[in-house]
């Protein structure tokens, strides 16, 4: 059987290793004309999380009792990023690519007609054809926009400069990291946000709390409004009639998946704004399938990681079905947020409490940044369907959530399972008892 992926990212490799896993006889080829490791290894999840922690640290200095908060040095955070990414030398993907025993083809992909692709100068046979194309910056179209040079999440996490000033266009995760990171290097910052608040796709009441520790940062949060026109300069004019000047302008308003070009009408590929339409088993055409970003489904790395495993299973003829109740999802600003499962909908019972009620909290800093956990349920399952949680660290002790909603763990099993003291998750059985006490 031969198998041809096309896409390196880290949604690529790991449809790799896990096809692997199941079958040591296929003929796997992957196609990859950039970095393999992708976005996520180079210029998003891990380059931005060594940044952030480099602030993360010194900020946290400033809060601590005979500590003293002291700005991290550019160049001492742009070595361990550059570290990071390996100076976005690809080497030591290959070499797993290698373990695997998987062939690699640089250059851009298309199919010419069903059971070959051409890439590199050469045509790729396959029985089978997995798309993990993965996505790219989505750039909206403002006036002016196209007059002035510009960072996407590329530019922002491969420089090795910190402008004096930046407007931030996008108050999504990206938006939001790079906001704070580069306000705690020292630049003036700006974030604009159409929507009535930071990270508009989670709950309210976590976009309002990092509104308030962003503008504890010195950030000048504008949300409410959107980014009419921009000039060079950089002047952005903004819907409400003001103006913001920068020397640098990040725009983060998403992703766009990556599905031109590909030949892909040639299969048969049903393809929508959103991104190539899948069934339950990221099928999208008689052999072919769509994994991680390209399908627009979740855009993170590791639902990417999970859809591979679903189609990897299913290629390899073993039942398998994706399941997407419980999405965890970080944003590793400080305070973190962390969300997973459903938060919305007049069907649910909800009940929250501040994480300042759990001990742990203080005596992780002095004096404690803000948080809470808040929980909601299905009232007639009694079982946990989503959850919100921010305060340091947040997306680490998410994990026992998440199994919770995925594994419709009853709420009284839930409250009787032992939580380690002191930790943060002992603010998990505080939630629940209030969510008990809510549902009663």
Known sequence: MKVVVLGGGSTGEHFVGALRRFDSEAEITLVESRLVGGECSYFACMPTKTMLRATELAASLGRAPGLAAERPDPAGVWSWRDWMTN?????????YLEEWNCRLVRGEARVVRPGVVEAGGEEVPYDKLVLATGSRPAIPRVEGLDTVEYWTNREATSTHEVPESLVVMGGGPVGAELAQ?????????TIVERGDHLLGRVHSDAGELL???????GIDVRTGVGIEKVE?????????GSEVEGERLLVATGRRPNTEGLGLEELGVEITPRGVRVDERLRAAENVWAIGDVN???????VGKYQARVAASDLAGRAAKADYRAIPAGVFTDPEVATTGRTDGDDLVTARVELGSVPRLSTYEKPARDGFIRLFADPAERVLVGAVCVGPQAAEWLGQLTLAIRAAVPLETLLDTIQPYPTFSEGVFLALLALRDALE
Do not use: C
Request: net charge negative; aromatic share 12%; charged share 25%.
């Open 181 to 189: 990171f580069f306000a705690r290097m020292g630049s003036r910052v």
């Open 211 to 217: 509104a308030e520790a962003f503008r504890a940062d």
């Open 232 to 240: 060079p300069g950089i002047r952005v004019h903004l819907s409400d």
């Open 87 to 95: 100076d976005w030398d690809d080497s030591g993907q290959l070499h």
């Open 296 to 302: 627009g489904i979740a855009l993170f790395t590791h």
